[in-house]
């Protein structure tokens, strides 16, 4: 009897410990010892149900595990708060963003920034445009990497800027202007609460015609207008007064720098030389008055005759080969390049100078194929898009100055291409037609040629091949 009291003793006190011993920090191993010597003590005896601290039958295994996935449970929550607090404070602390001017093209290493599209305190949004910077070539636009508000502007307008300089101080983040929105949302809704208020008493005909009024002015306020902050256009110089001598500088951008050193060097480089031809346009104009309706219902392109000078000078390169050639190589060139295909570059006038894209591989291409990438390219230089990839290359060039009314001209050659094709303008003029004279659409064709590359034959012969084309179109499809 003793013996059994005494092992009944000491199961309470190790119940008792191993109870106390789950409130306090121990290791896998110490507590799963004490669990199994309190197990081995107390198996002399049925259990009854007990409770510690809370924590109903089973009192040790069970316990224990609900014990540690509480612990467990709490870290996990102590991280997520951390973390949560530490994304705050961080998205409170980001650095601002800095925009640099970017990589232009490969011959492009610095320009002039013309102008600033944004201010400071200006939202923008992701790849929106903050400023334009001039070179020789194009104008390359400054785009932002990400939405934000401009903290700074780190140059000034006209300042020379090379390639990687920081430009504007950028404070990353979404919102601005859209935060207005919500506002104007709400005040239809006060409006048609407002309307509604007053019908039951009145059904007069006239308050339905006076309520409608109200949210007007409200649907009037576009969002955008706040942001579109450019700077207002310089006025025009007034005229001058009678017997005034004053006079004014101004500088020279770099497209018309540039214009001036190809055109000088072209001069100084090329032995040019100039023959004219005169051109009947009857049969081309008849040809388009026929079927300009149509491929314009069709294609959506206006037909017009550069397609049709285009596409005979592909023809006549055929036989004369040289005219789409260029000399290259060291000391004014010592090599002949000669070309299976034709990339025809044609001279466009643009409020900064005058550009000369390129259309690809023009010999593939129809008269309806010709007319559309003609006009897309003027479209792109008249809007200031062109890049260095639309003007880069050229074979042979073809200039229109008759739509400026320009009745004979002698164009210049835009090396290191051969020649250059230039056109005038159409006069009706008396001609002699078998023995009778007739008054016909004429037009001037100059053709100028580098004399180093082509002789006076061939270039004669390339010009009169082209007149003859154009004198009957149906000869293009032989």
């Known amino acids: 009897m003793a013996s059994r009291t005494n092992i009944s003793r000491l199961s309470k006190q190790n119940f008792l410990k191993s109870a106390h011993n789950l409130h306090r920090p121990l290791s896998s191993s110490r507590a799963y010892s004490s669990f199994a010597l309190a197990s081995q003590r107390t198996s002399l005896r049925p259990q009854r149900p007990l409770r510690f601290a809370g924590y109903s039958h089973p009192p040790f295994l069970g316990n224990w595990l609900d014990y540690k996935a509480e612990t467990l449970q709490s870290t996990i929550s102590r991280i997520q708060t951390g973390l949560a607090s530490h994304t705050a404070n961080s998205s409170l602390c980001l650095a601002d963003t800095i925009v640099k001017v970017p990589e232009m093209a490969e011959s492009i290493t610095e320009g002039t920034l013309k102008q600033f599209t944004k201010q400071v305190g200006d939202f923008v949004e992701r790849d929106e445009e903050i400023a334009t910077i001039e070179t020789d070539k194009i104008d390359v636009s400054v785009n932002a990497p990400e939405s934000g508000t401009i903290k700074e502007l780190l140059v000034n307008e006209e300042d020379t800027v090379v390639v990687g300089q920081e430009l504007v101080k950028l404070e990353p983040g979404e919102g601005g202007a859209p935060a207005e929105k919500p506002k104007e949302e709400a005040a239809p809704e006060k409006a048609e609460e407002k309307k509604t208020e007053p019908a039951p008493p009145k059904p007069e005909t006239k308050e339905p015609e006076a309520a409608p009024s109200k949210p007007e002015p409200v649907k009037e306020k576009p969002a955008p207008k706040p942001t579109e902050t450019k700077k207002p256009e310089p006025e025009p110089t007034p005229a001058p007064k009678a017997g005034s001598r004053d006079e004014r500088r101004v500088k020279m951008n770099r497209m018309r720098l540039r214009i001036a050193e ?19 346009m009857s049969s081309l104009m008849e040809f388009r008055k026929l079927y300009k309706d149509d491929v314009l219902k069709k294609t959506g392109v206006k037909l017009g005759f550069m397609s049709a000078f285009s596409r005979a000078c592909v023809l006549a390169m055929r036989d004369l080969p040289a005219v789409n050639a260029s000399i290259e190589g060291p000391n004014g060139g010592d090599t002949i390049v000669y070309r299976d295909y034709v990339d025809l570059s044609v001279a466009v006038a643009t409020e900064k100078g005058l550009v000369t894209p390129v259309v690809r591989n023009t010999e593939s291409l129809d008269l309806v194929g010709i007319e559309k990438a003609i006009a897309d ?14 003007m880069a290359g050229g074979t042979f060039t073809i200039s229109n100055g008759g739509v400026f009314g320009s ?5 210049i050659i835009n090396l290191p291409q051969t020649a250059v094709l230039g056109l005038h303008a159409i006069k009706e003029k008396p001609v002699a037609i078998n023995g009778k004279i007739e008054i016909r659409p004429m037009m001037y064709l100059a053709l100028t040629y580098d004399h180093r590359l082509l002789d006076g034959r061939e270039a004669v012969t390339f010009l009169v091949k082209v007149k003859e084309y154009i004198e009957d179109p149906r000869r293009m499809l032989l």
């Not at 479209?379 to 990839?389: F, G, M, S």
């Open 262 to 280: 190809r055109l000088k060097q072209s001069q100084n480089t090329a032995a040019s030389l100039t023959t004219f031809n005169e051109v009947d």
């Open 377 to 390: 390219l003027g479209k792109k230089a008249r809007d200031n898009k062109l890049t260095i990839e639309d």
């Open 407 to 411: 009745l004979m001209g002698t164009p």
